[in-house]
Every structure is written in structure tokens, then in C-alpha cells.
């Protein structure tokens, strides 16, 4: 899976092309720039052991999570278990959020996100914070 180049040069720089997939709950993959990704691990591992839902969510994250590195032209090798789990064919977006990528086949993409914009226009209630932001 090649990065789009508006990423690459950044990537270098914040984490020498270092990167973890690891899997999400929404069956896409979740892409992060090794430092960010520590920082999540640490996190998880501090969740409380007796916390099922927590133990759940060690083992999927970190259970799936595997390191990768950017080659020379902006690609990552995608392994087969994690292709397979979000159903990564030919066709995949990249979704940047921020501190981290999603990584989706296109089509579940494309599902998704018409289905979420319909629920958002049905949806009156904001939380408040989001109320309170202008976008």
C-alpha cells in the first residue's frame, strides 16, 4: 500500500518511516507513526487487568499490532491476516486522523460513510462539545 506523497516526507521526519498496523473495531486497519503508536501500547497496558472490556481491547490492538516500515517509494507491505481482517483487496483509502491513519477497502469505505452521514442527519442532539465546535 503506497502512502499518498503529502504524507511521506512528514513521516520520515516525525518517525523515520517507522510505522505499527494493528487492527480496529470498525474492521478497518489503524495505522501509526511508531512514537504515537508507544504511547497508545503504554496506555492499553495500564488498563486495568480485571476490566474485561479492557482485556478485550489489549488483545485485539496489541495482539494484531505489527510493525512495519515505509520503503524507498512511500509503501508498506500489508500482511495477509490483517489484509483479511478488513477485507483490503485492490482498492483501499487512507483516512488521516490526526495522530493516526484508517485504512479501509474502498467500497466498506464508501458504505460506511453513507451510512454514518445518514444517521448524522437524522441525529437532532449534539453533545455539547461538539455543539461548541465550528468546523
Known amino acids: 500500500m503506497a502512502f499518498p506523497s503529502r504524507y511521506r516526507e512528514r513521516l520520515q521526519s516525525l ?5 505499527v ?3 480496529d473495531r470498525d474492521h478497518c486497519l489503524l495505522v501509526y507513526p511508531m ?3 508507544e504511547t497508545i501500547e ?15 481491547l489489549q488483545r485485539l490492538l496489541i495482539g494484531h499490532a505489527t510493525d512495519c ?7 508498506i507491505l500489508v500482511p495477509p491476516p490483517l489484509r483479511e481482517f478488513a477485507g483490503l483487496d485492490k482498492r483501499t483509502v487512507l483516512i488521516g486522523q490526526g495522530n493516526k491513519f484508517e485504512l ?5 469505505w464508501l458504505r460506511r ?3 454514518w452521514l445518514a444517521e448524522a442527519s ?8 461538539l455543539e461548541a465546535l465550528s468546523l
Request: proline fraction near 6%; charged fraction near 50%; aromatic fraction near 4%.
Open 42 to 56: 503504554r496506555k492499553l497496558v495500564e488498563l486495568p487487568a480485571l476490566n474485561r472490556t479492557a482485556r478485550r
Open 15 to 19: 518517525c523515520d518511516g517507522e510505522l
Open 69 to 75: 516500515q515505509l520503503d524507498g517509494n512511500g509503501r
Open 104 to 108: 479501509w477497502d474502498e467500497d466498506e
Open 122 to 129: 437524522e441525529e437532532e442532539d449534539l453533545p455539547e462539545e
Open 21 to 23: 498496523l494493528t487492527v
Open 113 to 115: 460513510r453513507d451510512e
Open 35 to 37: 512514537p504515537e503508536w
